[in-house]
């Protein structure tokens, strides 16, 4: 297992372009989340899928964000009309149901710059 | 409101022992999660605390106080490697709130 991947791991966009990004979990992962991450702060949680089912949503997502995770694998983060304030780095991180002791296996993140 | 507190930088000399303190505020509390980021890299699990009292893991040890909301990481014998970016998190079932990071800078 090489881990938690991420694809791509830089994009620039022009504003108002649509963007689309890749997490691949960790095969044995049924959790999976999206976080962003803005310079000099914490992760911030966007959403979070058991299996192929999105529970979770935070209320500081936009309508322009939507994700997916078709056939509970691999998932998608997509978000439409960029704006120069979605300029972050996207990290999605998995873990096992039952395993809060092993923590989230994070990848290495795509850095999204909105120009 | 959910938050978790901790403070911004922590600056150490190589070989000493160096704790970082998070206190949290936060609802449907389940235990402290504690990562590492690297600049630039993704964070890393450290540990975690259910139950209140200390748990080790090699040079790092972490603790948990539930009627203090109160919670510590401790580093010891301190390596320049070890620079680098600290988080409490709130793992609060399956939506963990991160706390903004405790910067640690080891100096020679």
């Known amino acids: 297992d090489t881990g938690v991947s991420q694809d791509p791991r830089h994009k620039i966009t022009k504003r108002g372009q649509n963007v689309t990004f890749r997490c691949d979990p960790i095969s044995e992962h049924n959790r999976l989340y999206w976080y962003r991450q803005t310079l000099g702060q914490g992760p911030e949680f966007l959403t979070y899928f058991q299996n192929e089912a999105q529970l979770e949503k935070s209320r500081l997502l936009s309508d322009r964000f939507s994700a997916e995770r078709p056939k509970g694998s691999f998932s998608t983060l997509e978000i439409q009309r960029t704006e120069q304030g979605d300029s972050a780095m996207y990290l999605c991180?998995?873990?096992?149901?039952?395993?809060?002791?092993?923590?989230?296996?994070f990848g290495s993140g795509t850095r999204l710059t909105v120009v | 409101g959910q938050s978790l507190e901790q403070p911004s930088e922590v600056t150490a000399v190589e070989g000493a022992i160096v704790q970082i303190n998070c206190t949290y505020q936060?609802?449907?509390?389940?235990?402290l999660s504690w990562y590492q980021q690297h600049d630039g890299g993704a964070p890393t699990f450290l540990s975690y605390n259910a139950l209140d009292g200390l748990e080790e893991t090699g040079r790092f040890s972490s603790f948990l106080s539930r009627s203090d909301s109160y919670g510590y990481l401790l580093l010891q014998e301190l390596q320049m490697k070890d620079s680098a970016s600290y988080f409490c998190v709130d793992t609060g079932g399956f939506k963990t709130i991160f706390g903004a990071g405790t910067r640690l800078f080891v100096k020679a």
């Open positions: 991180a998995s873990s096992l149901t039952g395993t809060d002791e092993y923590g989230y296996t």
């Open positions: 936060t609802s449907g509390f389940y235990g």
